[in-house]
Each structure stands twice: as structure tokens, then as C-alpha cells.
């Protein structure tokens, strides 16, 4: 396509494990993998995958263990919490309790929120950052048409009812635009409440600090951040947590246990019973250390360049529309801020993440992103993203849409075979077929080969990926 060959051209910021490599398409074909679906798992850092190379022969227990190794891998765990807490900012008294992800991480949250607290959580927000407090009976707020509207909703309704805490997303995890978390923060303040932001999306492709946002608590995935070893944490205020029960009662989390009552700890180790996962943790401090290198201008400039060069090449397919949480705020299709004042668009962090979705006019989300991989060998999500009402909200609750997604190790070539594959299939169709199968689509008799080492090709579909 020409559309591109006057746009300045943006290389990886940082190499990731599995750049380049080749999958195969149905038409017998390979093509080096364009994973555009970093929102959803982003690929290892290299620099993580090395840092674990060398901690993994001194693996072994942590804490009470006597021998060298237990006593290197302590000091893994116990500089890695600290180096998680130095890259958000946190203060002095917050503490950093390693967690699965951030769904673990929110749903301890919700157990610590005082006794009679309620919580005021919006509509847009993934299941994450949903469920934990619909299962508890708090207050959803609708998001108005602007941003500007909603954030007014917020300030009424913590105005009229005593709030503990509000719970919002960082950015969308289905539109990646960004929630001004340090107004907000002000907002929930002033009216008493804490606020506890959703930071999975925010904090791989932003910077982010509790002190300086004035955020209280912020939760998180190691997998999202480049570091996918199964660690996730809740970083914030010490004294709700503390004073909760613990989060999973067993070995590590307690000072003292007799047979009819237990003396638990505090801090960290109240909510992180069971033997620690030292090497997500490192992973995920590796990460950290890896993004700060980087800085936050360099790693915003690198995603608003790929994320104007995506809006660019799907405005110029009509069939094409993209999605906005703000529909009173229309996105400007070349991706510049919707504010056009500018002390106005800092002041609400008018800005996105790398994550762009949308729909093809004519064609089935699910259908687009099983031809992307099959004759393109790009990666992409389809379906509603574990947002349910946001996507209903936006009117395809039936179809869902589909999500392309970028990060550090993300190019323009990868954009501009997306943008290419699209255009491919609006002028000329696909060349393969398709079908629906237990709810997903797929190429008909695929050929493509599923490496021995993985196994046969899954059949299991996740109602959310699903749905
Ligand atoms: N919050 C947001 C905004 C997300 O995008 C996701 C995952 O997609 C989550 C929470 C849940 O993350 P995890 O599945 O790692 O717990």
C-alpha cells in the first residue's frame, strides 16, 4: 500500500523474546509473527528471560531455608518487591504483595476495603475490576457520553454517598484510552474516599506512581508487563491490608499457630500464604528496571507513533470503524487528542495506549482475526474482552470487535501489515475458508502444524475469549 511510504518508520524500543518468529500461514507458506495482541499477554523482554537464566540454578525455598541457595533466593524476592515498589512510586509505608495477577490482586483488595465501606466502580471497567465488587453488592456508575460528564458523575457521586473507595481502570483495556488517575485521585480525596487504580494496561506503556498520582493502591500482571512468569501484585496503603484477614490462609502468612487460634503477620506476608513464586517476582523487577531505562516520554512517543500510524491506515478504509469509550468525544482519526486545547487534554490525560479496536463492516470480528493469523500471520483479539457491558455499551454485544495491540517490541512494519492485510481482504477477499466451530472461527481443514513440544492443537474456548 503507498499509504505508508512517506510515514517515518518506528523500530522495537526494546528486543523481546520471539521477535521475528516465523509461523506458518494456511496457504503452506511462513511469515514472521506480528503480534499485535501485547494487551492481552505481551512477549518476555529479553533482558527478563536472561535475568531468570542466570537466578534459576539458585532457585530453591525461601525465607527459613539455611542453605546458600534459599538464602540467594530471599534476597531475589525480598530486592525484587523493592525494586516493583521504586518503579510505581510507592511511599514509604505502602506495601507490595505479590499476587497471581491483577484479578487476584483486585479481589484481595475488595476483602480489605473496612467493614460497611462501599465502592464506587464504573461500567467500562474490565471483569477484573467489576466482579470483585458487583459480587459485593457496590455502586456501578454509568460512564456519560464525555469524559468530562463522567468525571463529573463521579465527584456527585461520591458527594452523595460516603464512599471508601473508587476502583477505576488506568486505560481501557478494549479502547486504550487513559483515565486522568491523578484527577481522579484528587476527586475521590475530597470526598473522603481512596482510590484504587486497575493498572494492567496503564502500567506497561505509561508511567505511573502512586506518590506523585496520589493514587492509594495500584494493582497489576507481570504478564501484561513483558515479564510472563505468573506474578502479578497490589501495591498501596498498609493499614487495610493489614487489618484484613488474610488472603489465603496457610504457611508464611502467620507469626504463630496453635490448635484453636493463630497469631497472623502482617504486612506482605499476611496475603501471600503458600510458598512465594521468587522467579515471577524477579522477572517482573527485571521488567521494571527494563522499562525505567527506557523512560516514560520515550515509551508514549513510541506508541503514539504506531497508534497514529494504525488510525491513519484504517481511516482510510470506510468499512472500518474504530471504538470510543467517549462517544460525545470523537475520536479524531488521525489519533491527535479530542481536546484541542491543550492545558485541557493534560489536564484529563486525553491520550491512549497502544490499543486500538474495531469493526469491519460485513465481516464477523472472530472471522477477521482467524484470516489475520491463518494468511497473514499476525495475532490479534477478538470478541469483548472481558468488558462485557463496555462493549455492549458500545452496541456489539452480539459480534464484539476486534483488537489490535502494541507495545516495546512493536514495529511499524508490523502495523503496516495489518493496515496491508485489511486492505487485502475489503479489495480482494479471503483466500482461504472459514467456519464456525464451538463458537470461534477457524480456516477450514487447517494445515497449519501446532510444534511438537505444545502438543495437539486446544479445542478449549474460554467463554470470555469467546464472548
Ligand atoms: N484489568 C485490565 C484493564 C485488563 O486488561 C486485564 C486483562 O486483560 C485485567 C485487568 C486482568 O488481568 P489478569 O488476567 O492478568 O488478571
Known amino acids: 500500500m503507498t499509504v505508508f511510504a512517506t510515514a517515518e518508520c518506528t523500530d522495537a524500543l526494546l528486543p523481546v523474546v520471539g521477535a521475528g518468529l516465523p509461523v506458518p500461514l494456511v496457504t503452506g507458506a511462513s511469515a514472521p509473527y506480528a503480534n499485535l495482541d501485547y494487551a492481552a499477554s505481551a512477549p518476555a523482554l529479553r533482558a527478563v528471560a536472561e535475568h531468570l537464566a542466570t537466578a534459576l540454578p539458585y532457585y530453591a525455598s525461601v525465607h527459613r531455608g539455611a542453605g546458600y541457595a534459599s538464602q540467594v533466593s530471599t534476597a531475589l524476592l525480598e530486592n525484587s518487591r523493592s525494586c516493583i515498589g521504586r518503579f510505581l512510586g510507592a511511599r514509604e509505608d505502602d506495601l507490595v504483595v505479590f499476587t497471581r495477577n491483577t484479578t487476584d490482586a483486585l479481589n484481595l483488595l475488595a476483602h480489605c476495603v473496612p467493614r460497611g465501606g462501599s465502592v464506587l466502580y464504573l461500567d467500562i471497567e474490565h471483569h477484573a475490576n467489576l466482579l470483585p465488587w458487583q459480587r459485593r453488592g457496590d455502586v456501578v456508575l454509568e460512564a456519560a457520553p464525555t469524559l468530562r460528564e463522567t468525571l463529573a458523575d463521579v465527584e456527585a457521586a461520591l458527594a452523595a454517598t460516603p464512599t471508601a473507595l473508587l476502583a477505576v481502570t488506568g486505560a481501557s483495556n478494549v479502547t486504550g484510552q487513559l483515565l486522568p488517575i491523578r484527577k481522579l485521585a484528587e476527586i475521590a480525596h475530597r470526598h473522603g474516599a481512596r482510590i484504587a487504580v486497575d493498572a494492567a494496561q496503564l502500567a506497561p506503556h505509561r508511567r505511573v506512581s502512586l506518590t506523585e498520582s496520589g493514587v492509594d493502591y495500584l494493582a497489576l500482571s507481570g504478564h501484561k508487563l513483558y515479564a510472563p512468569y505468573g506474578t502479578g501484585v497490589l501495591v498501596g496503603r498498609g493499614d487495610w491490608l493489614d487489618a484484613a484477614p488474610a488472603h489465603l490462609a496457610g504457611g508464611g502468612a502467620v507469626r504463630e499457630v496453635g490448635t484453636t487460634g493463630t497469631d497472623w503477620a502482617t504486612g506482605p506476608a499476611r496475603h501471600e500464604g503458600g510458598t512465594p513464586n521468587v522467579l515471577g517476582a524477579a522477572a517482573l523487577a527485571r521488567a521494571c528496571e527494563e522499562l525505567a531505562t527506557v523512560g516514560g516520554e520515550a515509551l508514549a512517543a513510541h506508541e503514539s507513533a504506531l497508534r497514529q500510524r494504525l488510525l491513519a491506515g484504517l481511516a482510510r478504509l470506510p468499512e472500518i470503524s474504530v471504538l470510543s469509550i467517549w462517544p460525545g468525544d470523537a475520536p479524531d482519526p488521525t489519533g491527535a487528542p479530542v481536546h484541542s486545547d491543550k492545558a485541557e487534554a493534560a489536564e484529563l490525560e486525553d491520550d491512549s495506549i497502544g490499543v486500538v479496536s474495531f469493526t469491519v463492516a460485513g465481516y464477523h470480528a472472530g472471522w477477521v482475526a482467524a484470516y489475520l493469523s491463518a494468511e497473514h500471520g499476525i495475532g490479534v483479539r477478538d470478541g469483548r474482552f472481558c468488558a462485557h457491558?463496555?462493549?455492549?455499551?458500545?452496541?456489539?454485544?452480539?459480534?464484539?470487535?476486534?483488537?489490535?495491540?502494541?507495545?516495546?517490541?512493536?514495529?511499524?512494519?508490523?502495523?503496516?501489515?495489518?493496515?496491508?492485510?485489511?486492505?487485502?481482504?475489503?479489495?480482494?477477499?479471503?483466500?482461504?475458508?472459514?467456519?464456525?466451530?464451538?463458537?470461534?472461527?477457524?480456516?477450514?481443514?487447517?494445515?497449519?502444524?501446532?510444534?511438537?513440544?505444545?502438543?495437539?492443537?486446544?479445542?478449549?474456548?474460554?467463554?470470555?475469549?469467546?464472548?
Open 389 to 467: 457491558p463496555l462493549v455492549g455499551k458500545l452496541g456489539l454485544a452480539a459480534d464484539g470487535a476486534i483488537r489490535a495491540s502494541f507495545g516495546v517490541g512493536s514495529t511499524s512494519a508490523d502495523v503496516d501489515r495489518l493496515i496491508g492485510a485489511l486492505h487485502g481482504l475489503l479489495t480482494n477477499g479471503p483466500a482461504w475458508e472459514y467456519e464456525l466451530v464451538d463458537g470461534r472461527y477457524r480456516p477450514v481443514a487447517d494445515p497449519r502444524p501446532i510444534p511438537d513440544f505444545a502438543g495437539p492443537r486446544s479445542a478449549v474456548t474460554s467463554p470470555c475469549q469467546a464472548g
